[in-house]
């Protein structure tokens, strides 16, 4: 009878525990899927935004070959000028995966879950594996434009006035057009180029984020 009580609590204890582990396993897979849904939410944001500087840095770029001896040229050059240095950076909410990389996914039993949440971590490595080329190529767009633009002259009544705007007279450069003009479009180029790579990687990793939710609901009958 003594070994007969002592098994039966010794099961009941682990009922209990599994309950337990169930319930925290399931209430870190509601997490996540939160997680994941402000993440994909965040990579349509930024994807969008980087497409809207991308068409103002390829528009910009068109000017690479105008006769900047023209006013009206050297107007499109400041005017399109607004949109280089702008960022868009995508970060992902971590929250619950470092909570589950303290853990070891031991928490997560499902053995096809656990290898989609680890998969998905890998792919966001991606993203951040391009950040850094496409943060240096808007800095060095930047600089570039502040080495060739007397952004000055934008409050400079000489150029422009409140009632007409801009005169039509040749805005000033800070740099000869023999070398200034060219090393400045070739940045933009590079800012192009390391945008796109950054929209690429966002786009490549956002359907995993999407497939991994609905996943995720699936198995774990979450609404």
Avoid: C, W
């Avoid at 003594?2 to 925290?24: D, K, M, P, Y």
């Amino acid at each position: 009878m003594i070994f007969l009580a002592v098994s039966l609590g010794f099961i009941a204890e682990n009922v209990r525990e599994s309950i337990t582990h169930h319930e925290q396993e399931t209430h870190y897979v509601e997490s996540l899927i939160n997680d994941l849904k402000e993440d994909t939410a965040g990579m349509h944001r930024v994807i969008n935004e980087n497409n809207a500087k991308m068409d103002s840095l390829v528009k910009m770029a068109k000017l690479a070959n105008a006769d900047f001896s023209l006013p009206g040229n050297r107007f499109k050059l400041y005017y399109g000028a607004q949109m280089i240095g702008n960022y868009s950076l995508f970060k992902a909410n971590d929250a619950t995966m470092m909570q589950l990389k303290t853990s070891g996914l031991q928490l997560i039993k499902k053995d096809h879950a656990a290898d989609s949440i680890a998969k998905y971590d890998v792919r966001l490595k991606m993203i951040s594996a391009t950040e850094a080329l496409y943060t240096n190529a808007t800095n060095a767009a930047l600089e570039a434009a502040q080495q060739l633009l007397d952004l000055s002259a934008s409050s400079n009544t000489a150029y422009f006035d409140t009632a007409t705007g801009f005169k039509n007279v040749l805005l000033p450069l800070l740099t000869d057009n023999s070398s200034g003009i060219p090393r400045f479009f070739n940045k933009i180029y590079f800012e192009i180029g390391a945008t796109q790579n950054y929209i690429y990687n966002i786009q490549r990793v956002l359907p995993n984020a999407e497939r991994l939710i609905a996943y995720l609901k699936k198995e774990y009958n979450i609404e």
